[in-house]
């Protein structure tokens, strides 16, 4: 059997050269193996034909057997169109072809049997059939068509005849290369427990399904085993570094932690606060090297739990360091640890991009002698020029900010990597939060401080304006502030929203008497800071932004969050959006502002977001609605590997399951000694040489 990840796809009959580019370019084809992994998007049940007197324009893909009686061209330049009148003995439909005309007319003749296959619709009160699939009756054997797979192509294929039809052609010439069956790539053992399809059987079923019963058979073989490798390399990566890195073993809570909690705590603790301290705190004890993300919505107290992670680290006698991905954020983190820290003996400093000459000296020196105990700073601190005399503890902010990379610059800046805690604000589902980060374990704060009110959010439709800017008014006369976000900030012909620079001037002339702020991406970062600071020290009443403000900015006197054109954001963004209002004790409200015309979908998502306020609710919903290939509309996209056929969001019991298999033969098989894993480790190995970016996935 030769290897299928080596034979190049130019080779295969029906491909060569040009084509081989196109598949290449457009669908990412190199080799047959890929053409093999390269699963139909649906299927049709070509089982039955239908008379033309009983089809109408709202049926799915027909089956229709007769002759063409004769062809026409219509129009001129691009309008022009071939048309071919069929006929089955029961009535007439047309044949339509937009492109490829010339080499239709010679291809297809009048007067012979053919069997047509496509989507029908009405156009001038006839039934049309555009860009049918047309074979040779004598070919069609109607019982083992049964259901055809639909693959997806691209306008440059189309036009160079590589349709879904020539797609599954190509398919049907890989398998005929085949001499005998594909090689297992799961073990007996995993095959035989799990009640699975043979890898060979599977393939041939996911293209050219012989029931539906083997189909999904088929695609639950295939999705196990994705599934299943991404975690076994998670896992095994997780469990060597385990064994290779002991942590630095903090046994004791001290002075300054005690000081602290019983003198500076600005309010008591959540339980779920409580909750996550014990389990950093039998991390850090436990003499294996930390790794936790800490997920929490806008607002529950993760800061004051970092803090506190970090003052274990001090109690130890060893150095912090907080990153945040901007320096406005780094900022506050400062300004908010320095205020929690008040009266005690705590030196803190931070390090930031703008941070230079003398100062930039004074705190690297201090990092060094080790007086500086907690350094807060932007991505400046991973410069190799920052050396800490014993660093102990890494809290990094808003995760998917931050890669894998970056997170093991850290580790290097002490000879025993120190503890990491990373903080994400951005709910994420259990199962994407297994697959994106399945090297950290996961604690969460699932409760508000006391004296929090939930955010009030409302759908409005844009012709209710009076109102809202009533609303908006009265907040303002009373002390609040307002933001007020759009989608995008130049006009698009396409689009008719309300960019911002008109909304800023709309805003600017409806409030006279309040100054209005201005923020957006394409602004310098000076400019940008500069803003945003007017806007925290309350010299702005209003701010006019796009989404740049969804990370972390903290205004507790903001209580209004009013979003243009909301149907335009996913679920998860709105949330984020909506978290920077509700700091304060004040009731805050954020209202979602669309038009009248809202597709089903957009219904539902701002539905969920007028119900529930609950980050994890929104974020399964946003995961079931959109999936994860944009979660969340940010850098979370940074799915490492492309998903060809499971989906995170309605495989979650799935990913579950096949964890826990992995999860289990790396306890029981550790150093991949066993024989009876070999063809899993081999596996692994060749997934990992692909171009799937295995080592990102961590």
Known sequence: MFDLTTRDIKFLQGVGPQRATLLNKELNL??????????????????????????????????????????????????????????????????????????????????????????????????????PDIDPAKDLTLSTMGLQPYYNTTEKMKRAGLHSHALEKLVGNAFALLQGTLPETLSTKVVEENHLMSLDEALRNIHFPQSPEKLRRAQYRLK???????????????????RKFRGLCFERVGEIFNTFYSQNLPFLLTGAQKRVIKEIRKDMGSGRQMNRLLQGDVGSGKTLVALMSMLIALDNGYQACMMAPTEILAAQHYETIRQLLFGMNVRVELLMGSVKGKKREEIL????TGEIQILIGTHAVLEDTVHFSSLGMVVIDEQHRFGVAQRAKLWKKNTCPPHVLVMTATPIP???????????????????????????????????????????????????????????????????????????????????????????????????????????????????????????????????????????????????????????ADQSYCILVTSYKLSEETRKRLEIMVQTNDGFEIAEADLKLRGPGDLEGTQQSGVAFDLKIADIARDGQLLQHVREIASNIIDKDPTGSFPENEVLWRQLQTLRKTHVNWAAIS
């Open 430 to 584: 259990r199962t994407l939060a297994m697959t994106l980060y399945g090297d950290l374990d996961v604690s969460v704060i699932d409760e508000l401080p006391p004296g929090r009110k939930p955010i009030q959010t409302i759908h409005q439709f844009d012709n209710r304006r009076v109102s809202l800017y009533a609303g908006i008014r009265k907040q303002i006369e009373e002390g609040r502030q307002v933001y007020i976000v759009y989608p995008l900030i130049k006009e698009s012909e396409k689009m008719d929203i309300k960019n911002l620079e008109e909304g800023y001037g709309h805003i600017c002339a409806e409030f006279p008497n309040c100054k209005v702020s201005k923020v957006h991406g394409q602004m310098k970062p000076a400019e940008k800071d500069a803003e945003m600071q007017r806007f925290v020290n309350g010299e702005t009443q209003i701010m006019v932004a796009t989404t740049v403000i969804e990370v972390g900015v903290n205004v507790p006197n903001a209580s209004v969050m009013v979003i243009e054109n909301a149907e335009r954001f996913g679920l998860s963004q709105l949330h984020q959006l909506r978290g920077r209002v509700g700091r304060g």
């Open 365 to 368: 020196k201090g990092l060094l």
């Open 224 to 242: 196990f085993e994705e599934l299943f490798y991404i975690q076994l390399n998670i896992l095994r990566y997780t469990k060597d570094r385990q």
């Open 30 to 131: 190199f080799s047959l193996n890929d053409l093999l992994y390269y699963f139909p998007y649906k299927y049709v049940d070509r089982s039955r034909l239908y008379y033309i007197h009983e089809i109408d324009g709202n049926m799915p893909y027909i089956q229709l057997k007769g002759q063409i009686l004769s062809f026409e061209t219509m129009g001129e330049g691009r309008q022009r169109r071939l048309i071919a009148h069929f006929s089955d003995g029961t009535g007439v439909v047309d044949l339509v072809w937009f492109q490829g005309i010339k080499y239709l007319v010679g291809k297809y003749k009048t007067h012979e049997e053919y069997v047509v296959f496509g989507k029908p619709t009405v156009f001038n009160g006839r039934i049309n059939v555009a860009h």
